[in-house]
């Protein structure tokens, strides 16, 4: 007998012991971001992944841990996604003058003089200016670049990325003259004679003779540009454009465990990238993602290259330029969809929007869950907002919205700019939104883009009521624009995007909760921890 009851104490004991995990999150308010968006106290993690969320109570009788976290009541989020942004030219942005937020081509060419008398550059090369910021609100002029850096070539690219202006020295090394013809953009000539701004494909003149960027250099832009995202809270980007090289040096840095960043790599589309990656197939790590391609409709509306249906409200006759041809973009979703990988297009405006929503209308028929998105999706003719209800995804920066509402209704006039922006109303039709920043066409914070999404408006307050408020999201839209649905954009929802059991420990500690706090606070929110595979980021020094 008494052998009996020493067994059953054995028995009862062992079925009371708890189970060893790598971390334990208690007295937490977490946001699971999961299908009942459901919150929770406490949270399980072993091997880099979650084991369990749920109250404090339970969990704590379950699991044990040497690293135990006391939130203290913080809030927890999933790891933020940014669903569009251009991660390595981020870091290589550290790498040149940085012409955001001038208010004058004046203030430009000063910091220019600045960097290269601090540099002494062999080829100087900027970015961040946007003369929409200007009092004067036209492109420059190369004429004092001409007088200030005759024997340099200089290159100055607008905030989009659609605009470059450069001197007559790399116009020369260019060979760019007054003849010069190229479709699918434009090269600007005033009174005669070169201005130096050069506007979508002709900027391919210039890129040919930029020198190459050394492989340590590649590699200092990553891991700059990761420390800026972790710190705001990103633990996943979605690179709109990535060359061979680039993507095989994230996977390297990531192997060797320097990256840390999880990438959703799109692969820029040109022969090369796609003769290479189309037949290999997607590729996939648990850092990496390459399994989709980035093409490029038309230009931006801030440089008027966007393609509209109607001519410019503020230029006639102008009605901007497919970067890609409309036979093309046919031709690129036929191959593309005979492939694994997902197509992405740059699409701004209506015209091209039109163009490449019906490309990919004809080369998915009989094709399900393709999740071919378009990005930014800026301006939409009405019946066209229809093909987002057939699988179609858009992916939307809501900072853009407040950063071109001051000048926006200029190019577009009071009818269409009711169909531009339209964040709202793409999801209504769509049932999923994706959401990111294009940084560095915008800045970094995720939290700018939460409070564009949802006041649409500027850090000013302005404008009292919101920008065209019917299409602002909810907070809860919003954050799951940035987590779930990103994921899923990504092909990614089954193992990140919300903080659920078999999914990575991807989760971020913020000093308030930005689910109750007035929104004018959520703009200055600080991430006090950012934790990657339950492993917590070091800080930028």
Not at 49 to 78: F, H
Not at 179 to 204: F, H, R, W, Y
Not at 228 to 246: N, Q
Not at 386 to 398: A, E, L, M, T, W
């Amino acid at each position: 007998m008494k052998k009996i009851c020493l067994l059953f104490l054995a028995f009862a004991m062992s079925c009371t012991k708890k189970e060893k995990i790598d971390l334990l999150v208690t007295n937490a308010n977490i946001y699971t971001v999961d299908s009942a968006f459901s919150k929770a106290e406490a949270m399980a993690v072993k091997n880099g992944k979650i084991m369990a969320v749920g109250l404090n109570e339970e969990l704590t009788e379950i699991y044990e841990s040497q690293r135990i976290l006391d939130a203290k009541g913080k809030t927890i989020l999933p790891g933020l996604i940014d669903a569009h942004c251009h991660f390595f030219g981020l870091g290589l942005n550290q790498q040149m003058v940085d012409l955001l937020d001038t208010k004058s081509y004046e203030e430009v060419l000063q910091k220019v003089v600045a960097f290269q008398k601090e540099k002494q550059k062999d080829f100087i090369f900027g970015r961040g200016w946007d003369q929409n910021d200007w009092e004067e609100k036209i492109f420059p002029n190369k004429d004092r670049l001409d007088k200030l850096f005759p024997d340099t070539p200089v290159v100055l690219q607008r905030i989009d990325g659609h605009a470059y202006l450069v001197n007559q020295k790399a116009l020369d090394l260019a060979g760019i003259t007054k003849e010069t013809k190229v479709s699918g953009g434009e090269i600007v000539i005033e009174d005669g004679a070169l201005t130096g701004v050069l506007i979508d494909n002709p900027m391919a003149m210039i890129d040919a003779i930029v020198p190459d960027i050394s492989r340590a250099d590649q590699a200092k832009a990553l891991l700059d540009a990761q420390a800026l995202c972790l710190d705001f809270g990103l633990t996943t980007v979605s690179d709109a454009g990535l060359d061979r090289e680039v993507i095989e040096l994230i996977d390297s840095l990531q192997q060797q465990g320097d990256l840390k960043m999880r990438v959703y790599a799109m692969v820029s589309n040109n022969k090369e990238n796609l003769d290479f990656y189309l037949p290999k197939g997607i590729i996939k790590t648990d850092h990496l993602n390459v399994r989709s391609v980035k093409v490029y409709g038309d230009g931006a509306l801030g440089s008027r290259g966007a393609a509209l249906k109607e001519e410019y409200s503020d230029k006639h006759h102008h009605f901007g330029a497919m970067v890609t041809s409309v036979d093309e973009i046919h031709d690129l979703a036929t191959r593309i969809a005979a492939s694994d990988y997902q197509m992405n297009t740059h699409a701004i405006g209506d015209s091209a929007n039109a163009v490449v929503l019906k490309a990919y209308e004809a080369a998915l028929t009989g094709k399900s869950d393709r999740r071919w998105r378009i990005e930014h999706a800026q301006v939409i003719d009405g019946e066209d907002f229809n093909y987002f209800s057939k699988g179609i995804i858009p992916s939307v920066q809501p900072t853009h919205a407040t950063s071109d509402m001051y000048w926006a209704e200029d190019r577009l006039g009071e009818d269409r700019i009711e169909r531009a922006y339209a964040y709202k109303t793409l999801l209504n039709k769509s049932g999923v939104l994706a959401l990111g920043t294009d940084f560095p066409v915008e800045k970094v914070s995720p939290f700018l883009t939460f409070y564009a999404a949802v006041a649409r408006k500027d850090l000013e307050d302005y404008p009292k009521n919101g920008f065209q408020i019917k299409d602002a999201l909810t907070r809860e839209e919003t954050l799951k624009g940035m987590t779930i649905w990103a994921a899923f954009a990504n092909f990614e929802e089954q193992e990140k995007g919300s903080l659920e059991p078999g999914k990575f420990a991807d989760f971020i500690i913020l000093d308030k909760d930005i689910m109750q706090v007035p929104i004018e606070e959520v703009p200055d929110l600080q991430v006090e921890h950012t934790y990657l595979g339950g492993e917590l980021m070091p800080k930028k020094e």
